[in-house]
């Protein structure tokens, strides 16, 4: 191989894909696993914006929660198998189907359902049994440890699904924002993802009701 393409695939330091930049608190802040995992696909400024767009990013998506939030969602191959990406996106899709369909009270999608029940069936998990002195412990352990991480997704989905207060799931109620969270605030009024997006709609209300003045002064 010559010329410019060798030089591309040979060139040391080559910098990894980055994910958009997005801050941690942000980008966690769905109060769940499988919420969070869900707005890893969301808007900005009224565009999709994908974070999951390749194993790479996948990758470092999970890297990131596991170390934001101290959950360790066990060992991960390193790069994930596109066979497992694709598998994970199918996740994400059939659990953002039945989220929604959680929170506008419509029956869950039976695909959906089946993507969900794939996942957990294809990896159970198990106690293992380990000794320290006199002392034993159980630890939950999958029988594929590599896919484990997609396991507790499901899990966690399945979970929130039937046995989380589904009045506590909500989606953001800024109109430019999809993103969903699990409400676990005290008076549990929260409206929205985060703060920013609760800023955005209280300055644009803000604006219109000064235009709104404005206008009847001059029409005056
Ligand atoms: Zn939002």
Same mark, same amino acid.
């Given at each position: 191989m010559t010329g410019i393409i060798s030089n591309l695939v040979s060139a040391p330091? #080559?910098?990894e894909p980055e994910l958009p930049h997005f801050e941690d &608190? #942000?980008?966690f802040a769905g109060g769940r696993l499988s919420l969070d995992f869900v707005n890893t696909f969301c808007m900005r400024r009224g565009a999709p914006v994908e974070f999951l767009w390749s194993a790479e990013a996948l990758e470092k998506w999970l890297r990131s929660f596991a170390s934001f939030t101290g959950k360790d969602l066990g060992p991960l191959d390193s790069p994930?198998?596109?066979e497992l990406f694709t598998r994970a996106l199918d996740l994400r899709t059939a659990i953002r189907n039945l989220v929604l369909g959680a929170i506008q009270n419509q029956e869950p999608s039976p695909k959906a359902l089946r993507t969900l029940?794939? #996942?957990i069936r294809a990896n159970p998990t198990y106690p293992r049994l380990t000794q320290k002195g006199l002392v034993l412990t159980a630890t939950a352990t999958a029988r594929t440890e590599t896919e484990r991480w997609l396991t507790e997704i499901a899990i966690d989905a399945a979970d929130l699904l039937t046995n989380g207060d589904l009045k506590l799931v909500?989606?953001?109620e800024a109109s430019t924002c999809i993103r969903v969270f699990?409400?676990?605030t005290k008076n549990h009024k929260r409206r929205w993802c985060v703060e920013k997006c609760g800023s955005r709609v209280k &300055? +644009? +209300?803000y604006y219109e009701r000064k235009k709104g003045v404005r206008e009847f002064s001059e029409e005056r």
């Open positions: 330091n #080559v910098p &608190s #942000v980008m994930i198998h596109e029940n794939q #996942v909500r989606q953001c699990y409400d676990t &300055s +644009a +209300a």
